[in-house]
């Protein structure tokens, strides 16, 4: 089984201030990471993800986040952040050869509010 | 279609009443999810189906049922709801063919138990 942990409920920034937002995640066998992005009052889209290669992995609106597998740890980084990246982001994982279930788990999220 | 929709967008139920929230994508996914999203415990997975004909029970499946007659489709019932299903409910959908492992969400559905 895996968990993930978000180690921070509100992170709090001004507008183009850089931003880290922490994921650490516990698993017995390799896993796939995934960040989502939820705005107000919608589902959740895609940020990024890593499923193997370079552990520097880029998505859209300028986020990126490296795999961390010694720290077993996925952060989410913005070099500059925009008002409207005020959102909820949810890091999730899933373990890899663990049949098709294909079955992700989510950290409790962390909600990000961009400021002037 | 774009995607996944769901039906209806909120609702206002009387407890013990039966539910169905409905659950439709156009993408051919073979798999398909249902969570509920709590403040302060992020999304939890209810059911899933990997293939049109199968289901299987995630993280909180008690007092909810699911189907899957076919490949778009996934209903979810609560047969006799209770106060402690108010949430807000998010389908999804996954290839899990190829290894993409993406899951696609749909909109939600907003629901208060009375």
């Known amino acids: 089984a895996q968990s993930v942990t978000q180690l921070d409920s509100q992170v709090p920034v001004f507008e183009e201030a850089p931003v880290e937002l922490r994921c650490n995640y516990s698993?017995?066998?390799?896993?796939?990471l995934f960040w989502y992005v939820q705005y107000p009052n919608q589902g959740l889209q895609l940020l990024l993800k890593y499923l193997s290669g370079s552990t520097l992995v880029k998505g859209i609106n300028g986020f990126e986040a490296e795999f961390n597998k010694s720290q077993t740890s996925f952060h989410l980084r913005k070099p500059s952040v925009h008002i409207s990246d005020t959102a909820e982001y949810f890091c999730?994982?899933?373990?890899?050869?663990?049949?098709?279930?294909?079955?992700?788990?989510f950290g409790t999220g962390t909600r990000l509010q961009v400021t002037l | 279609i774009a995607g996944i929709t769901q039906a209806p967008t909120s609702q206002i139920l009387a407890a013990g009443r039966r539910m169905t929230l409905r659950c439709t994508q156009d993408?051919?996914?073979?798999?398909m999810y249902w969570y509920r999203q709590d403040l302060g415990l992020g999304l939890r997975l209810i059911h899933y189906?990997?293939?049109?004909?199968?289901?299987g029970k995630g993280e909180v499946p008690d007092g909810y049922s699911v189907s899957r007659a076919n490949t778009d489709d996934f209903p979810l019932t609560l047969a006799s709801a209770v106060p402690s299903q108010t949430s807000v409910y998010f389908c999804?959908?996954?290839?899990?063919?190829?290894?993409?492992?993406?899951?696609?969400f749909g909109p939600g559905t907003r629901l208060t138990v009375l």
């Open positions: 999804a959908s996954s290839d899990l063919s190829g290894g993409k492992n993406e899951q696609f």
């Open positions: 993408m051919r996914h073979n798999a």
């Open positions: 698993s017995s066998v390799s896993v796939y």
């Open positions: 189906s990997n293939t049109a004909g199968t289901t």
């Open positions: 999730a994982v899933r373990g890899v050869g663990t049949g098709t279930a294909s079955k992700l788990t």
